[in-house]
Structures are given as C-alpha cells and as structure tokens.
C-alpha cells in the first residue's frame, strides 16, 4: 500500500518536480485512506527535493525519519508545529473525503483515497518560490491553490462539489500566504541544513552507448546513469550537428534504484544511413561537470547486421574464412603460450570491449 501512494503521488507531483534546477522543494504526500484495520487511516511522507526525509501516521502521532522506524531514537525534533499543521491537514482531508462521499453517493463499501501535495519551493538563495496544494479523490484531481508569491491560482475540476465563494478563497490566500508559507520555508531550510550531504550532492554521469540491430537498420542509444541531481541535459549529434529531437526516442529520467538517475536518448538508423558512417556524438550537460562529457560512435564497416543482406552463399564463405581465422589464431596462441609470452596488449583488450558494446 506504501508503494501505491508514492506512485500515486508522484503521479500527482510530477509537474511540480524541481530536483536539481538549482531549486529546492519540501512536499508533503498525504493520504487518507480510511476502513482499513492494518493500516494508520492518515499517513504522510515527507520530500526534501526527491529524498525521503520524514514520516507521519495518526497512529505515532510524531514525524519519525521513516515509516519503518519504531524507536524513539528516529523521531524528528521538529517541535509541536509541523504536528499540528499534519493534524490540521489530516481533519481537512477527513471532511474532504465525506463530502465527496454524499456528494457522489460513495456509501457502498470499497476503499475510498483521499490524496493530498502540499509544499514550497525555495529559489538557490531560499526566496520562497512557491506554495500550493493538490488535491485528488480516488485518483482523480478534485482542485488546487498555488501562490507564486505574486498570483493566486485556485483550479477545480468541473462539477466539483467544494465552490468556494470569494470570502472563502480570500481566508484560504491569506493562510497560505501569511501562516503556511513562512513555516514550510522555515521547515525546508532546516531539512536542507541537515540533509545537505544528500541533497547538495553532485554524482557525474556516466555515458555510453549502446547499440542494437534491428530489422532494416540499428537502434543507437545514448545511455547516462548514475548522476545525482535529476535534471540533466542530454543531446545527440550527427557529424557535429543536434539530431532533431522529432528524430529520437525520449526516454523519462528513471532513478536508478541506488538513489541516483538514468536517462537515454534512442535514435533508428537506417540501412542506408549506416553506410554512410556518421560520427555520433552522444553530450551531456551536469551541474556536476565544469565540461560537457561526450562519447562517439561510429558504425563499423564490420557491423555484423550487414552480413543478413549479403547472399547465403557470401555468407558461407565469410564464415569458413572467419572459421579458418580463429582455428589458426587459436593455434598459435597454444604455441606461444608454450613459448610462454604473453601477447594481450591493454590496446587489444580495448578493442575487444569496444566491439562487445557494438553488439549488446
Ligand atoms: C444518491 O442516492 C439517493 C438515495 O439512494 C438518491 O435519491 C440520489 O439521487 C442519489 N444521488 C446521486 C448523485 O446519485
Ligand atoms: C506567477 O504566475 C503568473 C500567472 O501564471 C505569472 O504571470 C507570473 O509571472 C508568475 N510570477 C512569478 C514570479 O513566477
Ligand atoms: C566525432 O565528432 C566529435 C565531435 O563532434 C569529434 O570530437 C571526434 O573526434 C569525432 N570522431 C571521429 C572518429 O571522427
Ligand atoms: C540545460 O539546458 C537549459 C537550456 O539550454 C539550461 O538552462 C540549463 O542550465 C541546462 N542544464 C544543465 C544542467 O546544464
């Protein structure tokens, strides 16, 4: 059920990421699910940027560092504020959940979602950015406020049950405003100061290509992994020259599963365009890197998918030639090994690795 709410969140956060653009961000992923005996109705998860660095329930009642630790020695020394802000929002999503509930005649039994994204984001010199909230009933959007810190902007779905009245939107802006803002500013500083090994973290990229044949050409792909923050800049080249992004395949940038991101770009090349032996250049850009990090590929005239448009018979003899090669290469290695010199260049073992990549 955890992983559900985070992907679900996600899913409602995802617009709103701001991971590594040189903002920082602290949002709250709450959700309301009540009817079950297992589970705490309310549970909170706390992000600093994409770092997960608190937990609430309305069974603790506290905000512990995760939702696994039961000790006290994991309990956040936040002070009662942030508690009582979680118990505040957790109320309002209660009466959130029964009004949609009449609204929609929602009395049979089955599991109903309350889903709520609240937080700031802070500029790279802590002027607050922003404020909103995000709302969502059983998977579905129902409204949202966000404050730039120059425009209200109230969103409702269409027939949604909660109208608010102009007196009513004006209490909600000067709460967010006056009391939410100053407070989750203050509360994402603090994180920020005792998170900072993680989050001001720089983790360069690593680059490669990899390339796959495919029925009438090759899929080149330009794989970066292993960077921390998440936005990176990926671009591929043709002979020196940006490949129009309409040409490639955009991959979403995916964590890693060790805390760190991975991207790829996918260009289709064609028959006709491999033989004409383009040079590749796959860049990136980082706030890791002072530089751009760069690789090159080209096709080689040994790229083996050409071999499916060469005749049988051709293709009986290049492999009897190649048959013949490696029996009398295996020969001699047998013979100098005997003679006890060892032949392996780093060079070779080079080459060797390079044309495995050619190939995966
Ligand atoms: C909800 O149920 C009541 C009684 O069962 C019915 O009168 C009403 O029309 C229903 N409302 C909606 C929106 O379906
Ligand atoms: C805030 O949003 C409004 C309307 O979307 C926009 O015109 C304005 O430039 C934004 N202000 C800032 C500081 O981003
Ligand atoms: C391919 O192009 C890049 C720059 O666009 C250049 O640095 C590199 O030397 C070229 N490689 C080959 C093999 O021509
Ligand atoms: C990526 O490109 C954009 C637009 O050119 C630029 O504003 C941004 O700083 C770049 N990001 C990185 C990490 O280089």
């Not at 996600?10 to 701001?18: F, P, Y």
């Not at 709520?116 to 922003?130: K, M, N, Y």
């Not at 005997?338 to 390079?354: D, F, K, L, N």
Request: glycine share 6%.
């Amino acid at each position: 059920m955890f992983v559900l709410q985070l992907m679900l969140m996600s899913l409602l956060l995802h617009r709103t990421m701001s991971s590594g653009t040189g903002r920082h961000s602290l949002w709250a992923l709450a959700s309301y699910i009540p009817g079950s005996a297992h589970f705490p109705e309310f549970t909170v998860v706390l992000m600093l940027d994409d770092i997960q660095v608190g937990y609430y329930d309305s069974k603790v009642d506290r905000v512990m560092r995760a939702s696994t630790a039961s000790d006290h020695e994991a309990e956040l020394n936040l002070g009662q504020e942030p508690v009582t802000v979680l118990r505040d929002i957790y109320s309002s999503m209660k009466k959130r959940l029964n009004l949609v509930k009449h609204r929609f005649n929602l009395t049979i039994d089955g599991v109903h979602v309350q889903q709520r994204v609240t937080g700031c984001e802070v500029l790279e010199d802590g002027q607050p950015a922003l404020i909103m909230f995000r709302d969502g009933s059983n998977g579905q959007d129902a409204d949202s406020l966000l404050y730039n810190m120059t425009h209200f902007t109230y969103a409702v779905r269409e027939g949604w049950e909660i109208q608010w009245d102009a007196l009513k939107k004006t209490s909600f802006q000067m709460l967010y405003s006056n009391i939410y803002l100053p407070f989750c500013v203050r509360t994402l500083q603090h994180f920020l100061e005792r998170e900072k090994h993680l989050v001001m973290r720089r983790v360069k990229p690593r680059l490669r290509f990899i390339t796959r044949q495919v029925v009438g050409g090759a899929q080149v792909t330009c794989l970066a992994t292993d960077f921390y923050p998440r936005h990176i800049n990926l671009s591929l080249l043709r002979d020196g020259q940006p490949v129009d992004e309409g040409e490639l395949r955009i991959g979403s940038v995916l964590p890693n599963g060790n805390g760190l991101y991975q991207v790829r770009k996918t260009l289709m090349v064609d028959e006709k365009e491999l033989q004409r032996k383009h040079n590749y250049t796959c860049e990136a850009s980082h706030l890791s890197l002072d530089n751009r990090l760069r690789v090159n590929w080209r096709a080689e005239s040994s790229y083996s998918h050409r071999v499916h448009s060469i005749s049988p018979l051709v293709f009986l003899l290049l492999a009897a030639v190649l048959l013949l090669l490696v029996l009398r290469r295996r020969r001699r290695r047998r013979k100098e090994r005997s003679e006890g010199v060892a032949t392996e260049t780093q060079e070779q073992v080079g080459e060797r690795e390079q044309s495995d990549d050619l190939v995966t």
